[in-house]
């Protein structure tokens, strides 16, 4: 590396719009006011760091100041568009909000911002972090925001756009910087290793832009340190190597151990990160990132995918992911990152297994759809009766009159557990066909006749007796219910 380097991230800034990737929207309209000379008075450029607001506020500054502009495409050679790259033009002041926050430098500022420009059309203000500003400074900075001298245009960035006064954000034109696309870092990157005759694969082309999360220039360093580490031809395992990554393959293995609950292995898989020195909060993010591939696939096949081994549904990764996220900051910021990550990988292991209310009724539900199905009888509730004095499946087996029924319920409360038993079984009911015709042989009195939906609580009771023996077995069996009452149903409070 001979003297007077210079990285990645500054020889490749952008030169023209048209370089600027993954911030489309913005030049558009940056171009479109440039062109049709409707140059606003204040910019507030908001997003995460590295997108991209440093250089196009640089850029449009000398589109509007460049000898042949205003223009969309600065020429990048006259002296003003030199002095500008330089970072030395007397008319584009560069201002760093963290360090220039208080309320006498404001002052200045709206004091020198009064006189005309050096050499071009404007004077403008480049105020970087400008979230840091003291109340005071950005109260002075109002006054001259609402009546600016015509040659002065403020351009103000920030990461933290909420922190800036309301008053001030209202009076500039707003453009969101968004993360830039993985797949857009990976090409930026690709053009620059090909013109800098360096070889990358393209996993690890992947893997940079993955750990830039959206910013270009963290990008950039990455494979100007990449450069300084490998010489000109990068690998995946390099890069891997370099920033303690897990493989993709072991982060791939590890989630279908969580999501198959196999617990040697998922143990195993955190010996084998740690003893490697990975970084099992990034570890973390990966599954996370896995995980919500594998949701997004279930959602789109009709809620459930076997992308992790065994068939999930949509919940279950939901559950999943949830785990996962709770987790991130104890693995992040704990005292052990290890055995935080261990207790993140297994709840994830026990919310896959849990199991939702609503799902559990409608796993039931469909249980009981197998039930056999009458022929053409209208939809019809049924209430159900079950004689508690005698809870061994064996009694049911014989019919059972309804003075019987009458005298049993007399004798004996339900417990809790048949209560419960109950509202489930009440809940099958409704969506449930009458349950009668495919069992008239076992039932003697039942008929083919259609069922009609009984009004009084003697036509119920007959109702109920004549569901077949083989009926309440399975329910008995499927639900651990028990026949015990006659109970007409209040069809208003169904769901
Ligand atoms: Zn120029």
């Given at each position: 590396m001979e003297a007077g380097y210079q990285v990645i991230a500054r020889r490749w800034r952008p030169k023209q719009f048209d370089e600027l990737v993954g911030q489309d929207y913005i030049v558009r309209t940056l171009k479109n006011a440039i062109s049709g000379k409707r140059i606003a008075h204040a910019y507030m450029l908001v997003g995460p760091r590295g997108t991209g607001k440093t250089s196009t506020a640089r850029l449009f500054a000398k589109a509007l100041n460049c000898e042949q502009g205003p223009t969309v495409t600065p020429?990048?050679?006259?002296?003003s568009c030199e002095e500008i790259t330089a970072g030395n033009s007397l008319d584009v002041?560069?201002?760093?909000?963290?360090?220039?926050?208080?309320?006498?430098?404001?002052?200045?500022?709206?004091?020198?911002?009064?006189?005309?420009?050096?050499?071009?059309?404007?004077k403008i203000y480049i105020i970087d972090e400008v979230h840091m500003l003291s109340n005071a400074a950005f109260n002075a900075l109002l006054k001259t925001l609402e009546e600016p001298p015509s040659h002065v245009i403020f351009i103000f960035a920030t990461t933290e756009a909420r922190k800036v006064l309301a008053t001030i954000v209202s009076r500039c034109q707003r453009f969101a910087f968004r993360p830039i696309a993985d797949s857009v870092i990976a090409e930026k990157l690709s053009s620059i290793a090909q013109t800098e005759n360096i070889s990358v694969e393209d996993e690890a082309l992947q893997t940079i832009a993955r750990l830039a999360n959206g910013g270009m220039r963290d990008a950039q360093s990455i494979l100007d340190q990449m450069i300084s580490f490998c010489g000109d031809a990068i690998k995946e395992q390099d890069v891997l190597d370099v920033y303690g990554l897990a493989p993709p393959k072991v982060v791939e293995s590890l989630l279908k151990a969580v999501a198959a609950a196999d617990y040697n292995k998922i143990i195993d898989h955190v010996e084998e990160l740690d003893r490697e020195g990975r970084d099992l909060y990034r570890a973390?993010?990966?599954?996370?990132?896995?995980t919500r591939q594998a949701l997004l696939e279930a959602v789109r096949q009709n809620g459930s995918t076997s992308s992790l081994g065994r068939p999930l549904r949509a919940e279950e990764l939901m559950r999943m992911?949830?785990?996962?996220?709770?987790?991130e900051h104890s693995v992040k910021m704990g005292l052990s990152e290890k055995v935080n990550f261990e207790v993140a990988l297994l709840s994830a292991v026990e919310a896959s297994r849990a199991r939702a209310i609503d799902s559990?009724?409608?796993?039931?539900?469909?249980?009981?759809?197998?039930?056999?199905?009458?022929?053409?009888?209208?939809?019809?509730?049924?209430?159900?009766?079950?004689?508690?004095?005698?809870?061994?499946?064996s009694s049911y087996n014989q019919p059972q009159s309804k003075e019987e029924e009458e005298k049993e319920k007399d004798t004996e409360q339900p417990t809790e557990q048949e209560i419960v038993n109950e509202s489930i079984a009440?809940?099958?009911?409704?969506?449930?066909?009458?349950?009668?015709?495919?069992?008239?042989?076992?039932a003697p009195s039942t008929s083919n006749e259609e069922l009609v939906l009984p009004e009084t609580q003697p036509e119920l009771e007959s109702l109920?007796?004549?569901?077949?023996?083989?009926?309440?077995?399975?329910?008995?069996?499927?639900?651990?219910?028990?026949?015990?009452?006659?109970q007409k149903i209040d069809t208003a409070k169904l769901i």
């Open positions: 020429c990048n050679q006259c002296p002041i560069e201002i760093d909000g963290a360090s220039n926050n208080s309320v006498e430098q404001v002052r200045e500022l709206r004091e020198d911002c009064q006189y005309a420009p050096t050499r071009g059309r404007y973390l993010l990966d599954l996370q990132d896995l992911l949830e785990a996962l996220r709770d987790k559990l009724i409608r796993e039931i539900s469909g249980l009981a759809k197998e039930l056999p199905e009458p022929e053409g009888s209208p939809k019809k509730k049924v209430a159900q009766a079950e004689p508690s004095a005698n809870p061994e499946p009440e809940e099958l009911m409704v969506e449930e066909p009458p349950l009668s015709s495919s069992a008239a042989a076992s109920v007796a004549k569901i077949p023996q083989s009926t309440k077995k399975f329910i008995e069996e499927q639900l651990r219910g028990h026949f015990r009452e006659v």
